[in-house]
């Protein structure tokens, strides 16, 4: 009888220590893969890291003061109205790199204009040894000043500017970008234009391939509109750690027939949509697009919880527009205002404003109230927008790159300590 159990018994025991033993195999080897997946991640940061730093070093001996000489090298039809320039140096010396989010600032010689007139794009392509790219959209128009001129400058490089012309153009700069060396996962939104400086970060992202988590939000009108599509699915098909969401604020009926393929979502982007694609608020946020679009997205991720710190946003705030074709703010009067305490002189218009608490910055007040300022990169970093203070005293809000001569401010970044005289 005894005997009779002992062979049942042994097989039950040796099943058992190898099921055991598979299952520590299995077990064991999915360690072994997690680690190995770990470390070849940690691996390809180390990587990244040891590029950024080269990159770093590069940019500080590359870069340039003032204005360098580019040719248009190529042009390319990206879709309507919106035109990419691929820019080499004349000097055929090698480029400084940047950081995926930064801009060139062009100036540029207009004829019938007195004055070179400036203005920045973003570069839309990663960083590349030997060239830059922009992308511009042809502003028209805007309906609210029907009788107002359509955009100078993006209208003068899509008619005007051809393959050879040669242009002049300061180094990359701007505080919006991604830092690479991060692993912090991000939520980037672009609306129509505004996907120039986050195509930057994706195909720096997608080239170093880093692994980081990002979510990115592209909002257009319709097909159309719909820029670098091909671009964005080809990125997308080879790196698993990017994922995107197209929403179409007005399909065509030939869009619709599309809608799942070249685009998921009918309608804006907003938090509702946002927040269906997100576990948490524990992101990074980088937005780009038009001034509604990102003061309703800022609003409603502060409102979800997403930490200040954690929202980036570059606005493309136009760069001549001037309310003298719209209704005119009340703020504006020729008398000093009684309520506000402290007040704003634009001595050649014959404007006197009150500087409101939450004021962003001397430029935009001047627009807003009819005054006209000139500007170009509206973050300090060009000088077109100094005007000379006659009386009183200005501080910045942030530092600034532009030389400034004495006695004069950059309005775009000033705001005033005290009552403040512009010759403006
Ligand atoms: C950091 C930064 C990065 C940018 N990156 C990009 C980019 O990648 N791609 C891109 O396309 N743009 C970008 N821009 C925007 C770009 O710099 C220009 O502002 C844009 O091309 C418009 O310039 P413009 O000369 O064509 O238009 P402007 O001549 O400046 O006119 C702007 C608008 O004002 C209207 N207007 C003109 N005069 C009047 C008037 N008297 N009264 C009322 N309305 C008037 C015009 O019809 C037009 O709609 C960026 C801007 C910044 C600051
Ligand atoms: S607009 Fe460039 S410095 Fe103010």
């Not at 790219?133 to 490089?157: D, E, M, Q, Y």
């Not at 970060?201 to 980081?212: D, K, L, N, P, V």
């Not at 992101?283 to 502060?302: K, V, W």
Request: proline fraction near 6%.
């Amino acid at each position: 009888m005894a005997d009779a159990l002992i062979l049942p018994l042994g097989i039950v025991t040796v099943s058992l220590v190898a099921l055991r033993l598979g299952v520590m195999t299995a077990a064991s080897l999915r360690q072994l893969k997690h680690q190995r997946e770990h470390d070849q991640l940690a691996l390809q940061l180390l990587r990244v890291r040891i590029g950024e730093a080269k990159k770093r070093r590069d940019e500080n001996t590359l870069a340039w003061n003032g204005y360098r000489k580019f040719v248009i090298h190529q042009q390319v039809e990206e879709a309507d109205g919106i035109c990419s320039f691929c820019l080499k140096p004349h000097d055929g010396k090698p480029l400084p790199s940047f950081r995926p989010g930064q801009y060139l600032t062009f100036r540029l010689n207009i004829p019938g204009r007195e004055k070179p007139v400036v203005r920045c794009y973003s570069l839309s392509d990663r960083p590349r040894p030997d060239q830059y790219r922009v992308t511009i959209k042809r502003v028209r128009t805007p309906r609210a000043a029907p009788s107002a001129p359509p955009g100078l400058v993006s209208n003068f490089f899509h008619e005007q500017l051809h393959e050879g012309e040669i242009l002049d153009v300061q180094a990359p700069r701007g505080q919006f970008f991604l830092d690479v060396e991060q692993e912090r996962p991000c939520v980037l939104i672009a609306g129509g234009v505004g996907v120039t400086p986050l195509l930057s970060m994706i195909s720096t992202i997608a080239e170093a391939r880093s692994g980081r988590e990002i979510l990115f939000f592209y909002g257009v009108r319709d097909g159309g509109e719909h820029a670098f599509r091909e671009v964005f699915e080809r990125t997308i098909e080879h790196h698993s750690n990017i994922r995107m969401v197209v929403a179409y604020s007005q399909p065509t009926p030939e869009d619709e027939k599309r809608e799942g393929q070249d685009y998921h979502h009918a309608g804006r982007i907003d938090i509702d949509l946002i927040k269906s694609y997100l576990q948490s608020t524990n992101y990074e946020f980088y937005i780009c697009g038009p001034p509604a679009m990102m003061e309703t997205l800022n609003q409603q991720l502060l409102k979800w919880g997403v930490a200040k710190k954690d929202i980036k946003t570059e606005a493309f705030g136009p760069a001549t527009v001037s309310r003298a074709f719209m209704k005119p703010k009340p703020a504006a009067s020729t008398q000093a205002p009684a309520a506000a305490s402290v007040s704003i002189t634009f001595s050649k218009s014959g404007k006197q404003c009150g500087w409101e608490k939450d004021g962003t910055n001397l430029l935009d007040l001047a627009l807003a109230n009819g005054v006209q300022i000139e500007s170009g990169c509206r973050a300090g970093n060009c000088g077109t927008c100094a005007v000379a203070i006659k009386t009183g005293k200005v501080t910045y809000l942030t530092e600034h790159g532009a030389e400034l001569e004495e006695g004069t401010c950059l309005t775009c970044i000033a705001a005033p300590d005290g009552d403040v005289v512009l010759d403006a």
